[in-house]
């Protein structure tokens, strides 16, 4: 009796226990295909129950005593569903139209963006194509918190310098890694003879799908050595199963000097006026026709010349696309040719660029896919000389020296049309006969090629191989006529350069999901890549002019020139990465490097990271809320980065050839350092994601960043034959704040309104310089225990009232006269306190505006031009700006410059604080209008869509620069090189 009376309480518990815990199996697919969905989030409401589905997209899930039995099933990307839970139930999941960005690329994957554990922000290529810009770095300006966009110089075709968190390096470069499809390329300037010709300026922005910025250690460091300052990822559009698509691309638009705050040059009465003023203060009589320095009056009512209007014009811009896209069965393809001239606001200054994509997937079965990512194309610079610092500085053929400090009394024709060359500021040489005789460009021919191979032999294992080739061959000239001035031989130097990128990438990827709610991914890889750089060059003087080209029969006027640099690098790394039920994920990755760069004793670096996540929405207790805080997640990651970003052969003792006595021999040029190795950067972050009422979208991050062993050349003492010796020395710190906000404002059938706020901080801060108080130059240094850039400039402090002589505070804070006695001081630093970015996009019924607005914030700027411009009569005949009209005239005059003294020699316009100027501004960076036609009418003329627009590039800028534009780079200086320019735009694009 007892045994049965035990046997039916353990009937009774095991009855209770299977009512307590009910058992629900299911699967969930996608609506669109039927395609499993792997990992979507399952959930019990109100109970703390929950797990993710299986690679088949099977789950199976106990619902707790005295729970409901509806289950809330949610997936990135997909419409969130209840739904009532019974055994063997099929739950279909749809498209959501409004998504937080279904997955986003990273470092040799692609993952849900509700995976993510670093630090990651992403623009799709729709958001850029329509910009006006030649190259897709100036297209992120003010598109992603943390990520600055600046320019020096506004020649189409240049350069932009992009800076992820700020500057980490001194010695090593600070410019981000681009990696294209997967592959690393070359970026910068990989022109020869021309100031810039950009790299990656060939990529055609309609062809992007989405450009993703990995920003903090855990999304980077599996790049390793080569992410210490961010890397680009650009990927490419690929093609989609079903009819062929066809669009055809159309702009033009022209393009002006932007010039906001109105800054130009003095007129003509202007400038004799204070031509006469300087020469009186000078001593001289300006009346008396017999003197050296006569200069009359009656030199105003002569006319003039504005140098800078006959040395400029309206550029234009043109573009054509032509991009092919589809796929039959297994294959898909996108194809795509576009042609670009963009005349610059100088004449003979242009960019022109041709290129040809075609991106190919194919699945040979369910186990193998190939595909082809092929790109190859023609640019072309054509420039002057066009800057301060290098090719040419204070040159007649600088047309913007020339434009601004030509005297307005030198004509620039004489009365027969001919060019005058009696212009003696200019060493008679006339800078219109330079722009038109001479020649000077880089034509550069270049492929990127691009095979991979995936095989998934099972469901859970991927190994993929890439194979890739980026060549470019540059063919350089510049011709300089001798009849640009009488003392003056025929120049001509000639340059071909070639480089060869080879790469190869190889990973096996692990994907399962174990006891339901366990989920692994493990990726190993290797890579290896070989860069191979030569170049030749010949230089002819007095060649012929009938036949500019180099002969034989000059050869004692000719030099010739040639050279190679190779390096490679091998790595091997491996990412592993867990998560338990879509809700806790923890990362890890690793990667050794081995670097040509280094010697054989410190070649070899390795760089790791790890991270964490919490996805607190999909907390069960969260569930009742979620119609209000629809996704948060909590991120944590540490890391560490390498750079090796130096010269190949920085580590060698090297020899230069030298000549003397008419003897030529070799010296000791660099000395050996077998200890030289990886420059590091370790960087936490804590960061935050959210999503409110499906509508604000957030992201906010604080960092924190150490670079250690920074490559410095260490000065050495002059006794050792060496100025300085390649070393690992130093640290510089950089932390901030970032914000990314994104809101869906209104969203109905017929009106859409979206807003976008980015807002980044970064300080840094210099902590060694291996024993060094400082170093760099005299006037931009980096100072122990101050911001990484610092203008040390003399302390100016007026004008004297009394004699209109310049003031200067010296050692001991006293004022003086002397401008040799003045003292340096800490006078800011070109880093701005933040920067942010803004845009907005309204619709209506197939009309839609978009603006972008960009700022920045408590930066300095060295107008170098104004000491060039506002020198107080040093350069004599030069032209003034005309804010230099503001000079002292008479004893008492207060809130002046100095008074102009032809020929001054007293040193008044040393570079000082006086020409120190706030950079900050506000710009309107792109404004858009553009019109969809309705599909009723384009369907008629059998086409599928036809989009006309119209776009403003740099709108307008409110700053307060006594200049034509406030952005100059992050050195922060004005040198006088090519300015900003603004845009206008139409366009159109038809689709088949």
């Not at 004489?414 to 212009?423: A, F, L």
């Not at 060493?427 to 219109?432: H, K, Q, T």
């Not at 190994?463 to 890739?468: G, H, I, P, Y």
């Not at 990726?523 to 230089?539: A, D, K, P």
């Amino acid at each position: 009796m007892r045994k049965l009376t035990l046997l039916l309480c353990a009937l009774l518990a095991g009855i209770s226990l299977a009512v307590a815990q009910t058992s629900i199996t299911g699967t969930v697919l996608s609506a669109e295909n039927d395609e499993p969905i792997i990992g979507a989030s399952i959930l019990v409401k109100g109970a703390n129950a929950s797990t993710i589905t299986d690679t088949n997209g099977k789950f199976t899930i106990k619902i707790p005593e005295g729970a409901g039995r509806t289950l809330v099933i949610t997936y990135i990307g997909m419409e969130r569903q209840e739904v009532f839970a019974r055994n063997g139930m099929v739950v279909k999941l749809t498209s959501a139209d409004q998504t937080l960005d279904d997955v986003v690329v990273v470092g040799y994957q692609t993952i849900r963006k509700e995976a993510k554990t670093g630090s990651i922000a992403t623009v799709e290529g729709d958001n850029l194509a329509s910009i006006p810009e030649t190259s897709v770095d100036k297209m992120l300006s003010g598109k992603m918190a943390g990520v600055s966009v600046s320019s020096t110089n506004g020649q189409p075709g240049s350069v932009a310098t992009i800076r992820v968190r700020g500057t980490s390096s001194i010695g090593a470069g600070s410019d981000p890694l681009y990696v294209v499809d997967g592959i690393p390329v070359e970026s910068g300037n990989t022109g020869g003879l021309s100031n810039s010709m950009n790299a990656i300026a060939l990529i055609n922005a309609s062809d992007i799908a989405s450009v993703t910025v990995l920003k903090d250690a855990a999304a980077a460091s599996i790049y390793g050595s080569r992410a210490a300052n961010g890397v680009i990822l650009i990927t490419t559009k690929s093609g989609e199963a079903g009819k062929s698509k066809i669009t055809a691309r159309a702009r033009y638009g022209i393009s002006t000097l932007a010039n906001d705050n109105d800054f130009g040059m003095a007129n003509l009465q202007e400038y004799v006026q204070y031509q006469r003023d300087a020469r009186r203060n000078a001593g001289y009589d300006v009346d008396n026709p017999a003197s050296e320095y006569y200069f009359p009056e009656s030199l105003a009512a002569k006319g003039g010349t504005n140098w800078l209007k006959e040395l400029t014009r309206n550029g234009s811009m043109q573009e054509y696309e032509l991009i092919a896209s589809g796929g039959a069965g297994r294959t898909t393809y996108y194809n795509s040719l576009s042609y670009n001239k963009t005349d610059g606001i100088v004449p003979t200054v242009g960019f022109e660029k041709m290129q040809i994509r075609a991106n190919l997937d194919t699945e040979l079965n369910k186990w193998l896919k190939l595909g082809t990512r092929l790109h190859g194309g023609y640019m072309k610079v054509v420039d002057t000389q066009n800057s301060i610092t290098s090719d040419g500085g204070l040159m007649p053929s600088n047309p913007f020296w020339s434009g601004l400090g030509a005297p307005p009394t030198s004509n620039a024709y004489n009365e027969d049309g001919s060019y005058n060359t009696d212009i003696p500021f200019l060493f008679n040489i006339n800078p219109l006969l330079v722009l038109n005789e001479q020649e000077k460009y880089d034509k550069q021919y270049k492929f990127n090629g691009t095979v991979y191979l995936e095989w998934k032999p099972i469901k859970q294992l991927t190994f993929r191989t890439n194979n890739s080739i980026e060549y470019a061959y540059t063919e350089s000239r510049y011709y300089m006529p001798p009849y640009m001035m009488e003392e003056l031989v025929p120049y001509l130097q000639t340059a071909d350069s070639q480089y060869k990128l080879l790469t190869s990438s190889n990973t096996i990827t692990y994907d399962d999901v174990f006891n339901e709610n366990h989920s692994v991914n493990v990726l190993v890889g290797q890579e290896v890549n070989t860069y191979n750089y030569s170049y030749n060059t010949i230089v002819s003087k007095d060649v012929k002019v009938e036949i500019p080209y180099h002969s034989s029969a000059i050869a004692d006027n000719q030099s010739a020139g040639d050279g190679i640099v190779e390096s490679a690098m091998a790595s091997f790394f491996g990412v592993a990465e867990y998560n338990y039920a879509g809700r806790y994920y923890i990362k890890g990755s690793i990667r050794a490097d081995g670097s040509s760069k280094f010697g054989p004793d410190r070649r070899w670096g390795t760089f790791w990271s790890a991270s964490a996540s919490w996805n607190v929405h999909n907390e069960a207790f969260m569930q009742d809320i979620k119609d209000v805080l629809n996704v948060l997640k909590l991120r944590y990651s540490y890391g560490v980065n390498g750079n090796d970003n130096i010269s190949d052969y920085a580590h060698y003792g090297l020899y230069g050839t030298v000549s003397y006595n008419g003897i030529t021999g070799q010296v000791p040029a660099q000395l050996q350092n077998r200890k030289l190795t990886w420059e590091t950067n370790k960087t936490h972050n804590i960061g935050i994601d959210f999503r409110l009422f499906d509508r604000l979208s957030g992201t906010i991050d604080w960092y924190t960043r150490r670079t250690e062993d920074m490559l410095i050349a260490a000065p050495l003492p002059y006794t050792t034959g060496f100025s300085s010796l390649a070393q690992n020395v130093g640290q510089i710190r950089n932390n901030g704040i970032e914000i990314q906000l994104d809101a869906d404002i209104f969203n109905t059938n017929d009106f859409k309104w979206t807003a976008g706020l980015n807002f980044a901080a970064n300080r840094s801060k210099v902590l060694d310089l291996g024993g060094e108080e400082y170093m760099g130059s005299s006037t931009l240094r980096y100072v122990v225990g101050e911001k990484l850039y610092t203008y040390w400039l003399y302390d100016y402090a007026g004008v004297n009232p009394q004699n209109g002589n310049a003031l200067w505070r010296n050692e001991e804070g006293l004022l003086t006269e002397n401008a040799a006695e003045a003292r340096r001081i800490n006078a800011g630093s070109p880093e701005p306190l933040w920067t942010g970015g803004f845009n907005t996009e309204l619709s209506w019924k197939g009309i839609s505006l978009g603006i972008q607005l960009e700022a920045r914030y408590g930066n300095k700027v060295l107008n170098q031009d104004r000491s060039l411009f506002e020198s107080d009569g040093y350069y004599g005949d030069q032209n003034i700006w005309k804010g230099a009209m503001n000079y002292w005239k008479q004893p008492g005059d207060t809130n002046v410059l100095p008074k102009p003294v032809y020929n001054n020699s007293s040193n008044s316009m040393q570079t000082s604080t006086r020409y120190l100027e706030d950079g900050s501004y506000l710009r309107i960076k792109d404004v858009t209008l553009s019109y969809s036609l309705p599909s009723k009418w384009t369907k008629k003329a059998l086409m599928s869509g036809v989009r006309i627009y119209a776009s403003a590039l740099n709108l307008y800028t409110f700053h307060n620069m006594n200049y034509w534009d406030p952005e100059h780079g992050t050195s922060g200086a004005t040198i006088i090189s090519y300015p900003m320019t603004r845009s206008m735009i139409v366009g159109v694009d038809i689709t088949f």
